[in-house]
């Protein structure tokens, strides 16, 4: 059932096609260049905006301390609540504040409706809707470069990326010189392998903002991404200069020492930036990161302890979320097929604890948790649980328009028809999953038994050169390498 993920294709290029006339939805341009910000409070606007500044340069937690100081200035404005649903990694504070969102949308303009809209619909699950009113927004103001980057750094996370490019691409046409748009733009080039443009429009983002620690970070990542690691440790140390409180580019460090081998000193780096960390969540995403480092080294006892010390303290914490990811983590890398669908039952129990966690975000870990148990059930011939899992995942995928379920969906049918021998079948589904370390060396040997040669090399290519701190890329990635380093 690989269609539903082409059909999802053709939607969102329909639903973020809102530059192209042809493709309108007929909405009545503003007469203002920009969204208005409804409110009597002129500390309230100015709290809002420089959250949104912030945010564009990636402070993304002073952003939120910008909008919460914004609403209690004036708590009829809906769009700061909206962002800091968007944003807030508290998932109580979340579930709060989309309801104040909704609440107070009906006192702001047509557009600011829209976009409150948007966000809430898809915390919510509703993918068509949600698209249809961020679409619905961006034609309202198709000179507002600043909508324009907000929606597309929104789909890359959902793995968007050739829309959000083209609403990059828009946004630099209203401003050549617009930094938020370059560092995304970047980020789309690099994500697709085409790292001289990706290094082209990083150089022009830095050059804007010398004084910013972003530009620098990104190009500390983007550096990682092409296998240029003492480039990238020199770029995230610059960024640390600038601002020695830029956590991301703490972690970066950590990370990229992680990808170079040098585990120990990974650590030392992660620790520094659990101890700075600016929220639970981050906290708890870092200490994960640092566990990684124990599952690189194959000192497995080790990773199970921190991962479990992870996951109580999550479960503490009431943050649902990051508990899950913790146990999930600790399936992927279990020798024991049945100690990893353990594993799976709490990552799935954990998501089930609070309603707080928005449903977007639930449904996404949980398609993750489906696919391992899926995959894990068929390997340990257990069929009735591995048929149950993925139906239950492709009723996910046939009801929702998530790009990440339905990645989860494709990799794990990929995987199973891999498990049966139908390689022709299977290249259909894995095809659709190209990004995942498990996906891309399943396509290696679906590649190899049905003889295409030029596909399997650039596949193997692409798994071998594939440089992100992803416990995929630390189980599959080095020993891919070990196994044919001459490639």
Known sequence: MRRPSCALLTILALAVCSAAPAL??????????????????????ALYLKGMHDYENLYLERCNDDWRAAVKADPNLAVAWAWIAFNSSNPKEISEARNYA???????????????????????????????DMNDMLEMFPKDKHVYYLAANWLMAENGDEQAQRLLEHALLIDKNFPPALNDLAYVYARHREFTKAFAAMESYVDLLPSEPNPEDSYGEL??????????????????????????????????????????KARVEYEKAIRFAHNEADRLTYGMQSAMTWVREGKFAEADKQFQEIAQTARAKEQDLQEAQAYRHMAE????????????????????????????????????????RAVRAAHANNQELADKSLKQLEAMASDSRNR????SYNGAQGALLMDQKKFH????????????????????????????????????TRLRGTNVPTMEQAIIVPAARSHHPQI
């Open 102 to 132: 909704r609440f107070f949308a009906p006192k702001g303009t047509r557009g600011e409706q829209l976009m409150v809209s948007w966000i809430v619909k898809v915390q919510e699950g509703d993918f068509i809707g949600g698209i249809s």
């Open 404 to 407: 990440v379920i339905q990645s």
């Open 223 to 264: 550096k990682r991404m092409a296998g240029d690691f003492q480039s990238s440790l020199k770029h995230y140390r610059a960024a640390l200069k600038i601002d020695p409180d830029f956590v991301s580019s703490q972690v970066g460090l950590g990370d990229t020492y992680a990808l170079m081998g040098n585990q120990e």
């Open 333 to 372: 890398y279990q020798a024991d097929d049945n100690a990893s669908l353990r594993c799976l039952v709490e990552a799935e129990e954990a998501l089930s604890q609070r309603a707080a966690i928005s449903k977007s975000d639930k449904d996404e870990e949980l398609s993750r948790i489906l696919r391992n």
């Open 425 to 460: 079948e299977a290249i259909g589904y894995l095809e659709e999953d190209q990004d995942n370390p498990f996906t891309m060396e399943l396509l290696v040997q679906a590649y190899y038994q049905t003889n295409q040669t030029e596909k399997l090399h650039e596949a193997e």
């Open 24 to 45: 309108a939805h007929h909405i009545k341009q503003s007469a203002s260049p920009s969204m208005p910000v409804t409110t009597s409070s002129p500390k309230a606007r």
